[in-house]
């Protein structure tokens, strides 16, 4: 298995452009997760999906930030407009939710940089 | 709600010494326990878990041990090896309730030769 696969790696844009970062889960997994990581914050749980529904969405920063699944193999986390304070690298991870486990694997990221 | 914390942002061994990075959790329903690697320029990768109806679990070269009593929890890393050079991250969990994990701010192991 090629594990999650993020894309772009590297992100640079200026304030004010739409940025749309990518996932794509391991498959058969049916939970996927979008973390945030700063030096200031570390990793923060943006939000996560259960077969493709968003379930808990409460670690979103602000309206400006989206994401969305349409299907189990591919998500989207977008940022319109997006700001300087949005740097960080934006982590996409996944993993098959049977009772109790709550391994998730992560992808390689992707480095944002808003100027 | 859950906050985790590392006791040292950064610890320095030698190589072959043994390491012991700490963390400590703060929500007594907290069930659930798991370390991460990160590597530079990579993501976190698994090591090991626990559940809280044990206090130790051993892997290969790392133990976890869980002291629910004082909501600490430690990796210990047997024989420490230049490969094991990364940022390490606890994380917690409340398995009845959401799936969230609440992860620290990270340790940051260098191993020197």
């Known amino acids: 298995d090629a594990g999650v696969i993020q894309s772009p790696r590297h992100e640079v844009t200026e304030m004010g452009q739409e940025v749309t970062l990518r996932c794509k889960p391991i498959?058969?997994?049916?939970?996927l997760f979008w973390y945030r990581q700063t030096m200031m914050r570390g990793l923060e749980l943006l939000i996560y999906?259960?077969?493709?529904?968003?379930?808990?969405d409460s670690g979103m920063p602000e309206d400006r930030f989206s994401a969305k699944m349409p299907n189990a193999s591919f998500s989207t986390l977008k940022i319109q407009p997006s700001e300087p304070r949005d740097s960080a690298v934006y982590f996409c991870?996944?993993?098959?939710?049977?009772?109790?486990?709550?391994?998730?694997?992560f992808g390689a990221g992707s480095r944002l940089t808003v100027l | 709600g859950e906050s985790v914390g590392l006791h040292l942002p950064t610890l320095s061994v030698q190589e072959g010494d043994n390491s012991i990075i700490n963390c400590a959790y703060s929500n007594s329903a907290s069930d659930y326990f798991i370390w991460y690697k990160q590597e530079s320029g990579k993501g976190p990768q698994f090591i090991i878990d626990i559940r809280s109806n044990m206090d130790k679990r051993q892997g290969q070269r790392v133990t976890v041990l869980l002291n629910k009593t004082v909501k600490h929890l430690s990796l210990q890393i047997a024989a420490t090896q230049p490969g094991d050079s990364a940022v390490y991250f606890c994380?917690?969990?409340?398995?009845?309730?959401?799936?969230?994990?609440?992860f620290g701010k990270g340790t940051k192991l260098t191993v020197n030769p």
């Open positions: 999906f259960n077969n493709n529904v968003p379930i808990d």
């Open positions: 991870a996944s993993n098959n939710r049977v009772s109790g486990a709550n391994v998730l694997t």
């Open positions: 994380a917690a969990a409340t398995q009845g309730g959401s799936e969230k994990l609440v």
């Open positions: 498959s058969g997994h049916n939970s």
